[in-house]
């Protein structure tokens, strides 16, 4: 609502602070769309993958931050070689580049993340998306503001860093809430798999009681399974989602 007001209040005010005719720019547009879209999914995972890995696989704090810190890596390594030759290369294509790689990485996560994997499972698609991170800051915001008068570039930058932290605000939010809202629909699907008519339920409750464990030990067991089964699920459908998103976007940078 607040944004709706704002939008409203700077296209009829005489001296808007934010300059919304920058959006007539095509470059100016487009930059900022893939740029607000792209981080908000980056920053999504960013926030999405500790909590998986402390809430399923009882990754501690460290280890979760030492899972995903492979994705800085390449970046300071690529990123003043990138920036030294920018003037000889088609930004496009950079960005190309980072959104495929950012595609594969999110497609490899929904592929691999699964009850059973090991921490190279979560850390290896976090060091080759350094190579995504590095093509895409610096080319995506050289796309948005090439064009414009320099008078207007402090502006543009302005509005451009606005809609990037903007967007990377709900992309978090959305990510959380789809996170648990799917995870409760697929914990009630799985648990009517739980019943006296279902022999595999029957023999897994055989195999815990034989165990040691009473029935409803056992059944505090199988539900926690199934509730990691469910972060799982749609922590991967969030993967696959990111991944299709990327690929679209990849085809709308070359509209620039």
């Not at 390594?77 to 999110?106: E, Q, W």
Request: with cysteine; hydrophobic share 50%; proline share 5%.
């Amino acid at each position: 609502m607040a944004i709706c007001f704002l939008i409203v209040w700077e296209l009829t005010d005489d001296n808007p602070i934010v300059d919304l005719s920058l959006f007539k720019s095509r470059n100016f547009t487009i930059g900022c769309l893939c740029i607000s879209l792209a981080y908000m999914l980056y920053f999504g995972a960013i926030v999405l993958l500790p909590q998986l890995l402390q809430e399923v696989y009882g990754y501690t704090a460290t280890w979760a931050g030492l899972a995903s810190a492979p994705v800085g890596i390449i970046p300071v390594i690529l990123s003043p070689i990138i920036g030294r030759f920018a003037h000889k290369l088609d930004m496009r294509r950079l960005v190309t580049f980072s959104f495929i790689m950012y595609a594969v990485c999110f497609y490899w996560r929904a592929y691999t993340f699964e009850p059973g994997m090991d921490f190279g499972a979560s850390a290896w698609p976090q060091f080759i998306q350094g190579f995504a991170v590095a093509c895409f800051f610096m080319p995506l915001t050289t796309i948005t503001l090439s064009g414009l008068p320099p008078e207007r570039l402090a502006a543009a930058s302005s509005l451009s860093n606005f809609t990037r932290t903007l967007a990377g605000s709900i992309g978090t939010s959305i990510t959380t809430t789809m996170w648990t809202n799917r995870e409760s629909m697929h914990h009630a699907q799985l648990t009517e798999s739980v019943n006296p008519f279902n022999p595999n339920a029957q023999a897994m409750y055989s195999q815990l009681e034989g165990l040691g464990m009473t029935q409803q030990q056992a059944s505090g067991w199988i539900a926690q399974q199934i509730t990691n089964q469910g972060l799982i699920i749609s922590a991967n459908e969030i993967f696959w989602m990111s991944a299709g998103i990327f690929l679209v976007l990849l085809g709308l940078v070359w509209f620039c």
